[in-house]
């Protein structure tokens, strides 16, 4: 395959999925930050939404991130079972986290992000927190006492990894009561995925 080249954007949780899921299958991808001057215009050009991540892959121009995980699932054969049924419940949880987990998060870090603390306002930062919390309880239960959501690292790993890799990064604590899912955390950083991918 040739070079693949990443649009990325080191603390979007969208861009860090994505580095995650090329790191977890063995891919070597060119970063380039998508808020050089230079660059914008040209992977702006490349995406209706104006949004990063946008892959590079010999000529395909991939945006979306859930359409880049789905593509390095596809030739890697990793990232996914391999049952097409077994598949269902990462995909759906990948899902979740980018629009139930990605927004309670967005208040606390939106809040917190480019202010002096004087300026954050407490209300906004407990609501999301509040939301986290609460959207955590799934994902507590789908996780269980496994080692992985699915059978193994897929979707959701790259997903959540990323956003509370942020949540840790802005305050937000995962609840004692959610044991599991701070374990799978520590595990999760743990991977050599980590360390080469986070902002
Ligand atoms: N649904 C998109 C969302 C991507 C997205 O919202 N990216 C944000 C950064 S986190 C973005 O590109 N914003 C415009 C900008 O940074 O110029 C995806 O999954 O790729």
Request: aromatic share 14%; no cysteine.
């Given at each position: 395959m040739s070079l693949l080249k990443l649009y990325d954007k080191p603390e979007c949780p969208f861009c860090w999925k994505v580095r995650l899921a090329l790191h977890e299958c063995g891919m070597a991808a060119e970063r380039?930050?998508?808020?050089?001057p230079v660059h914008r215009p040209l992977w702006q050009a490349l995406t209706p939404r104006k949004t990063v991540p946008v892959l590079l892959a010999g000529d395909h121009v991939i945006h979306e991130s859930n359409v880049i995980l789905e593509y390095l699932a596809d030739i890697s054969?990793?990232?996914?079972?391999?049952?097409p049924a077994d598949r269902i419940q990462p995909r759906q949880l990948n899902v979740y986290v980018d629009g139930v987990i990605g927004p309670a998060l967005r208040e606390v870090i939106f809040e917190k992000?480019?202010?002096?603390?004087?300026?954050?306002d407490p209300a906004r930062i407990q609501a999301g927190t509040l939301a986290f919390e609460k959207a955590l309880r799934y994902l507590s239960e789908q996780l269980?006492?496994?080692?992985?959501?699915?059978?193994?690292?897929s979707f959701p790993e790259c997903a959540l990894t990323a956003r509370f890799g942020l949540a840790e990064a802005y305050g937000v604590a995962i609840p004692d009561r959610f044991v599991n899912l701070q374990d799978w955390f520590a595990r999760m950083k743990a991977r050599p995925s980590y360390r080469a991918t986070a902002p």
């Open positions: 380039i930050d998508s808020r050089s054969g990793r990232l996914l079972p391999a049952n992000r480019d202010k002096p603390e004087a300026e954050w269980g006492d496994r080692d992985f959501f699915a059978d193994r690292y």
